[in-house]
């Protein structure tokens, strides 16, 4: 679903991801973990298609996100740490904008508003503005918008930063669901003990390159997910 | 007093750091952009003391040259509450800051000091636009004396109080009604528009009562002494070199500076607490779920954007509104201009060729002023941190620009449309000129919306802390604006420069076909380089 071939990302002098490659597959959950500035984010938004890159290829479900971001765009949904959404639009508003982007019609846009929306609590807000609502707000009311359109590929970053323990439940039930319907996901986390219970896959970056990479049981070994990112930390 | 300062030193460097540290500017280097910022300035000095300079040789000739002192300053004070007034009120009460401060152990007052001593340097350098060259014409026509160089001198750094005593006025009272508000945003646009006309309006009659008294009785009218005595104390500080005078000078600007400092603190917690507070109510309707088209949701989403920020509105508004004051003004102009003809029993050719010039200087006009403030070229800077929204959505660049820039179209024609209409109502029936009307406003306002958005693309600032950086004080802006005036003044500059030879017997349409023609040129070239550029500019945004 996901691949990625040698991927450079530099800001100026400083290369933020320096020749990254990986693959996520259908069914997968795979935890994307590292330090802060590891460039994790950076490797989020060049998938998404958000920032060009320099070297290397992306593929989203085979299509090529730099020749043909349009299409690959289609099949993704791309959740960002934080997330700043139109503040002068209605929660319902900014979830039909996202919507009529992607084409949904009226009544599948309904039945996985009204579904996600209510599982993620936050369906009696939807007729507010957004500037009223509080960080987890938003950080639902933009999982509920990445997904609207049933992607294939799910890219969050930090998904569980300020969602109260109801909805993080209910989040980890939802990507378990997605991944189950065919779905990927390729999200960045520093909860490990979250990653380690629902995650199959695990990659593992370090000033922008990556250092482990592969099933999690594997990966770990016998160690924790905790015990494995300190010991490659301190190399 | 370190926190006063650190927080002076970063506001300070917010509003003027990026002409100095930009990106463009550390390609430029130091030494070139302190260059450009020079001539730039050099020349809008040059220009304003021209204007002050043609002021004083008509004072001349009736001898009462020292009270340019007093034009000078009234212009200079009117100007610069235009344009502070304007900004005030999101440097103090709506400033994304206000939170991260509040949580901090720093007291108010070092807060709102801080942001007045930066709020005040932006006030300061607007007032020198105009103070400064005045002093000097004022010296050139009029005895030069040690103690009045030292007045002038010093009365520079004064002059701003009472503008930024009348701008914290007028920020007070918009947010604090508009902060008690639902829809906050649109009340404060709606006090805004009616104190930015308010100020236009007092401008006009003020200035032109002043100048009249002037001229009958060749005192300082009374009106400057009530509104504006520390304008009648400096003149008569340097005219009669009074040291009494300059120091009731000083003494009523530091009443000002007080009272500025005494309103914002007061206000500044409350306000900003109750811009926090939502009053929106849920409606009992039902949720929404009915699908739009792409190029609907996103034109869609532009508007409540738009109209959302109080400061974008007002500053996308200005030119569209002032198409309908021109329409009067022209109109009123007009029908004067034929009455004397008639009275001095002039031909029907003169009177023809009259009415001709009238309706291009009003083409012409228009199409100058709407391009001063479309809203293309802020479009992108506004998204801010959202531009990342767009971007990760599978939109073409195409889709986005056409939504941008339709909605630019849509919110500047109607306006012109009524403007035409009125225009229209002040001539005989011209059915020709009436279908040019149209056209040609479409043709402008298309192009400075397709050359907005480039200049835009080229000069985006997504990491704004409050909308005044984005709307009224970016490069973009001041680019596009002066782009737009650039290419709508040429084709009136050509016309009144051949007026005599070619234009006068040239018919109507013959003339607004070649302002056509022109404007046609300039929508080609802006489409090719939004075309060519456009989508690498935007791509290469990142956020």
Same mark, same amino acid.
């Given at each position: ?235 | ?65 020292? $009270? ?5 300053? %009234?212009?200079?004070?009117? !100007? ?36 007045? *001593?930066?709020? !005040? ?19 050139? $026509? ?18 701003? @109080? ?77 005219? /009669? ?7 009731? !000078? ?6 000002? /500076? ?16 109750? @811009? ?45 509104? @002032? ?17 004397? *003809? ?18 291009? @200087? ?59 209409? %009125? ?5 005989? $029936? ?17 192009? $400075? =919306?397709?050359?907005?958005?480039? %200049? ?56 607004? *076909? ?8 300039? /929508?080609?070239? =802006? ?17």
């Amino acid at each position: 679903m996901l691949e990625i071939k040698n991927l450079t990302k530099k800001f100026g002098e400083k290369i933020a991801v320096d020749n990254l490659s990986l693959k996520v597959e259908a069914g997968q959950i795979c935890a994307f973990i590292g330090h802060n500035g590891a460039g994790k984010t950076t490797t989020l938004k060049a998938i998404a298609g958000i920032i060009e890159f320099d070297e290397g290829e992306i593929f989203v479900d085979g299509i090529n996100i730099q020749k043909n971001s349009m299409e690959a765009k289609k099949v993704l949904a791309y959740l960002p740490d934080n997330p700043d959404l139109y503040e002068h639009l209605k929660g319902i508003d900014y979830l039909n904008f996202i919507a009529d982007v992607f084409k949904v019609d009226k009544e599948t846009r309904k039945k996985n508003i009204e579904e996600y929306a209510k599982r993620l609590q936050i369906y009696n807000d939807l007729k507010l503005p957004i500037s009223s609502y509080s960080h987890g707000m938003k950080q639902k009311l933009a999982l509920v918008s990445a997904l609207i359109h049933k992607p294939k590929l799910l890219l969050l970053d930090e998904p569980f930063v300020g969602l109260d323990p109801i909805s993080s439940h209910e989040l980890k039930e939802i990507m378990n669901e997605f991944v189950k319907n065919g779905g990927a996901i390729f999200y960045s986390t520093h909860v490990l003990e979250v990653a380690e219970k629902i995650c199959t896959h695990v990659a593992i970056i370090k000033q922008g390159k990556l250092v482990a990479n592969g099933e999690m049981k594997k990966v770990r070994g016998l160690k924790s997910l905790e015990s494995l990112f300190l010991e490659l930390e301190n190399e | 007093m370190n926190n006063l300062l650190t927080l002076t030193k970063i506001y300070i460097k917010q509003i003027f750091g990026r002409y100095l540290y930009g990106e463009k500017a550390k390609k430029r280097g130091l030494y070139k952009t302190v260059l450009l910022i020079l001539a730039l300035t050099a020349l809008i000095e040059y220009s304003i003391a021209s204007m002050i300079y043609m002021f004083a040789l008509q004072l001349k000739e009736i001898k009462l040259q020292q $009270f340019v002192l007093i034009y000078g300053l %009234i212009i200079s004070a009117l !100007f610069s509450i235009f344009i502070v007034s304007y900004e005030i009120p999101s440097h103090f009460y709506k400033a994304k800051d206000y939170e991260n401060l509040a949580s901090l152990p720093i007291q108010n007052w070092v807060v709102v000091s801080a942001k007045f *001593l930066s709020g !005040f340097l932006t006030a300061l350098i607007y007032s020198l636009m105009f103070s400064l060259p005045t002093y000097v014409i004022y010296f050139i $026509f009029n005895s030069v004396t040690v103690g009045g160089i030292i007045y002038a001198l010093i009365s520079l750094i004064f002059v701003p @109080m009472f503008v930024m005593f009348i701008s914290c006025i007028i920020g007070f009272i918009i947010n604090y009604f508009s902060s008690k508000f639902k829809s906050k945003s649109i009340v404060n646009t709606i006090l805004m528009f009616v104190f930015l006309g308010a100020i236009m309006a007092f401008s006009f009659t003020s200035s032109a009562g002043v100048l009249t008294n002037l001229f009958s009785s060749g005192e300082c009218p009374l009106t400057i002494k009530i509104i504006t005595p520390y304008i009648y104390f400096i003149f008569n500080a340097i005219y /009669l070199n009074s040291f009494v005078y300059f120091l009731f !000078f000083i003494l009523i600007n530091l009443a000002y /500076l007080s009272l500025s400092i005494l309103i914002v603190s007061l206000t500044y917690k409350k306000i900003n607490s109750n @811009m926090l507070i939502s009053k929106s109510k849920v409606s009992n309707k039902p949720l929404n779920y009915e699908p739009k088209s792409q190029l609907k949701t996103l034109f869609n989403k532009e508007a409540k954007g738009f109209f959302g920020s109080s400061m974008w509105t007002l500053n996308g508004l200005v030119g569209p509104i @002032m198409t309908i004051v021109f329409a009067i003004m022209f109109g009123v102009l007009l029908l004067e201009s034929v009455e004397q *003809l008639k009275m001095a029993s002039s031909d029907d050719f003169t009177i023809s060729i009259t009415t001709s010039m009238f309706k291009i @200087m009003y083409l012409g006009f228009t199409s100058v002023m709407v391009g001063t403030s479309v809203s293309t070229c802020t479009t992108i800077s506004m998204e801010g941190k959202k531009f990342a929204i767009l971007k990760q959505l599978p939109l073409s660049f195409k889709q986005i620009a056409t939504a941008k820039i339709l909605f630019s179209c849509a919110i500047t024609l109607p306006f012109v449309f009524i403007g035409n209409i %009125i225009f229209a109502c002040f001539i005989p $029936f011209d059915a020709l000129f009436l279908l040019i009307s149209f056209i040609l406003p479409i043709i402008s306002v298309l192009t $400075f =919306s397709v050359l907005g958005l480039v %200049i835009n693309l080229k000069y985006p600032k997504l990491n704004w802390n409050n909308e005044a950086e984005a709307v009224k004080q970016s490069l973009s802006l001041f680019v596009s604006m002066f782009s737009d005036m650039g290419i709508g003044a040429i084709p009136l500059v050509i016309y009144f420069a051949l007026y005599e030879t070619l234009f006068a017997t040239l018919p109507l349409i013959l003339t607004s *076909l070649i302002f056509i023609v022109w404007f046609l040129i300039w /929508l080609i070239v =802006s489409l090719i380089l939004l075309k060519n550029k456009g989508e690498k500019l935007y791509n290469k945004i990142i956020v």
